[in-house]
């Protein structure tokens, strides 16, 4: 009989082909296991060492462990993440080099709802979920199968093993749970439970103006110390449904607040780069308005006349087309009035010229890290196809201005229905 190392290879090579009848013969192998009494524990362990070997190869190929669980869920189920969860945990524990306090946050966020430690993880992960042995190994080779085959993607912060993974935290990363931040979830979390569209809009205004204002500050701060920072980067979900509606929210988002977005299609996220601050900033933003955008959207549908000749889905993504730009240009004037009167502030004191060639030199430093990350990244077009859609979009972003004290009168955002 094949050993158990070998025995999993051969599972794995046979899930990867094409032939579906030699795949189930090889998983069938597996469930004999090596013909040894302890043949099936050894088979467990053979898998288990495998795919710790396989989650230890991504990280310094820019994987993060939120990543890993994202993908694993959106290619196979949350039942497969959870079996990831599990083998990092498993990877976290046996880890002798120096891991960052940033990679063990993410860590221990995915484990907060899981089971107590296992050492026999998959036997452990198997009983958790009700599955029988066949069921277990057939899943557990195809989240293997997965791992080992995802790609490099850009390395946004020093991965477990490096020289960097043992530094302190730079300075923004830590500084999430502030008094202000605290005040924009309050702002934000009002803006996703009222009903009433002119005053979420207005919250998620006051939130921006609070946000950049912050930003400014985070900026000035760090223009006055020695600290050699260099903008990082975060990873937000753009799944389907309405992908690429999202990543243009992401965009936008990102925009306004001094960062810059690459969307990748095809593993389901947008990459989000810029200063720390700013980034806490568009995750927090970005969730939130994501929810305000899709309660819109289902007011919307309610709304529409009857008899109409689109389809739902079309009438949808051209609703958040809509959406996503128009919000984007309010937070942008947000932006701007709070740069504008920080501009005004400063011409009072001693920092006078300091403000915006500093919010310059970041923002062109934010741009050299994306021309090093992604320096093949391509423009994609957008295409509405529903004017009603679009219109009723724009609307609802459209009810109250995002500045608070109303003043400004809102210009309509361009765009011509595609006719197809």
């Known amino acids: 009989m094949p050993d158990a190392d070998e025995l999993v290879a051969n599972a794995l090579a046979a899930v990867r082909g094409t032939d579906v009848r030699q795949a189930e013969r ?14 099936t524990t050894a088979v467990d362990a053979a898998l ?45 524990r046996d880890q002798t080099e120096p891991v960052p306090a940033w990679w063990d946050d993410q860590l221990r966020e995915l484990l907060a709802t899981e089971g107590g430690a296992d050492r026999s993880v998959l036997a452990g992960w198997a009983g958790r979920e009700g599955l029988d042995r066949a069921d277990a190994l057939r899943a557990a080779v195809d989240t293997l199968a997965l791992v080992e085959s995802l790609p490099p993607i850009a390395v946004l912060r020093p ?42 809009e207005a919250l998620t205004g006051k939130a921006q103006e609070l946000i950049a204002r912050h930003s400014i500050d985070e900026a000035l701060l760090a223009a006055g110390s020695e600290r050699g920072d260099l903008p990082g980067g975060v990873r ?11 990543a243009l929210l992401v965009q936008e988002v990102a925009a306004a607040n001094r960062c810059e977005a690459v969307w990748s299609d095809d593993l389901g996220f947008a990459t989000v780069l810029g200063w720390p601050a700013d980034l806490v ?45 128009r919000i984007g240009e309010r937070l942008r004037t947000a932006t701007e009035a709070a740069t504008h009167a920080a501009d005004q502030a400063a011409a009072e004191t001693a920092g006078a010229e300091r403000l915006l060639p500093v919010l310059a030199a970041r923002g062109e430093a934010v741009r050299e890290r994306l021309d090093t990350l992604f320096p093949g990244v391509t423009r994609h077009r957008l295409s509405v196809r529903d004017a009603e859609g679009w219109s009723s979009g724009t609307s609802a972003a459209d009810r109250a201005s995002l500045d608070v004290g109303g003043a400004r009168k809102p210009r309509q955002v361009p765009g011509r229905p595609d006719p197809r």
């Open 159 to 200: 991965p477990p093993g490096t020289s960097g993974a043992a530094l302190p935290r730079t300075a923004g990363t830590a500084r999430s749970g502030s008094p202000m931040l605290d005040r924009v979830r309050a702002l934000l979390a009002k803006a996703e439970s009222t009903t009433f569209p002119a005053e979420a």
């Open 48 to 92: 288990l060492r495998r795919l710790v070997r396989g989650l230890g190869r991504l990280w310094p190929r820019g994987w993060q462990p939120v990543d890993v669980d994202r993908i694993t869920s959106r290619r196979l189920d949350a039942r497969a993440a959870r079996l990831v969860r599990a083998a990092m945990a498993a990877q976290r």
């Open 281 to 325: 900033a568009v995750e927090l933003l970005y969730t939130s308005l994501l929810v305000q955008a899709t309660a819109a959207m289902l007011r919307g549908r309610a709304e529409r006349r009857p008899g109409s000749g689109r389809r739902t889905k079309v009438w949808d993504e051209s609703f958040l087309n809509a959406f996503a730009l």
């Open 236 to 246: 937000l979900s753009t799944d389907t449904p309405y992908a690429g509606a999202k």
């Open 26 to 39: 090889q998983l069938d192998q597996l469930m004999v296991g090596t013909g040894a009494a302890d043949g």
